[in-house]
């Protein structure tokens, strides 16, 4: 396998798992778990959930701009040379790391300090919000996606 495959490889891994694990929580596991536990102990799951869940996402975070990066050096020229698809997907990619830092720096710590006071109804509220950011981050991916595999050669 030459560098460059091995970068769209894990590049593809990262944008996946990312996008794959928001969707199973966003039309799954949400649905499920508000269908059968109490409030309390839903907002508990989702506060005990959330830590592991943005260490994977923290990891194609970092993962996706460094392979990019790299598949933009060894196939372009850089940024400014790369197909129109590439800059659109790089755009998308940047609007969903800013909705992903805003639960993390201002969601989640309003959901634990929630939980530790057991402010259930501030908590449900938090929750709320992190799941329509997470739904608007499912839709940004899901775009992502969708320019990737079709590769908008409408778009230059």
């Given at each position: 396998?030459?560098?460059?495959?091995?970068?769209?490889?894990?590049?593809?891994?990262?944008?996946?798992?990312?996008?794959?694990?928001?969707?199973?929580?966003?039309?799954?596991?949400?649905?499920?778990?508000?269908?059968?536990?109490?409030?309390?102990?839903?907002?508990?799951?989702?506060?005990?959930?959330?830590?592991?869940?943005?260490?994977?996402?923290?990891?194609?975070?970092?993962?996706?701009?460094?392979?990019?990066?790299?598949?933009?050096?060894?196939?372009?020229?850089?940024?400014?040379?790369a197909?129109?698809?590439?800059?659109?997907?790089?755009?998308?990619?940047l609007?969903?790391?800013?909705?992903?830092?805003?639960?993390?720096?201002?969601?989640?710590?309003?959901?634990?300090?929630?939980?530790?006071?057991?402010?259930?109804?501030?908590?449900?509220?938090?929750?709320?919000?992190?799941?329509?950011?997470?739904?608007?981050?499912?839709?940004?991916?899901?775009?992502?996606?969708?320019?990737?595999s079709?590769?908008?050669?409408?778009?230059?």
């Amino acid at each position: 396998m030459t560098p460059s495959t091995w970068l769209y490889t894990i590049h593809v891994l990262a944008a996946v798992l990312w996008v794959g694990s928001l969707f199973f929580a966003w039309v799954i596991l949400h649905p499920v778990v508000a269908a059968t536990l109490d409030t309390p102990t839903r907002i508990r799951f989702w506060n005990a959930l959330f830590p592991r869940f943005f260490r994977w996402v923290w990891g194609a975070v970092i993962t996706l701009p460094v392979t990019g990066i790299g598949i933009l050096h060894l196939n372009f020229n850089g940024f400014e040379t790369a197909p129109r698809y590439i800059q659109i997907m790089m755009g998308l990619y940047l609007a969903m790391v800013a909705l992903f830092l805003k639960i993390h720096a201002i969601q989640l710590p309003q959901l634990r300090r929630s939980v530790s006071g057991q402010d259930w109804l501030a908590a449900a509220q938090v929750l709320k919000q992190i799941r329509t950011l997470a739904g608007f981050n499912l839709l940004l991916g899901i775009s992502v996606v969708i320019v990737a595999s079709a590769r908008l050669n409408a778009f230059g």
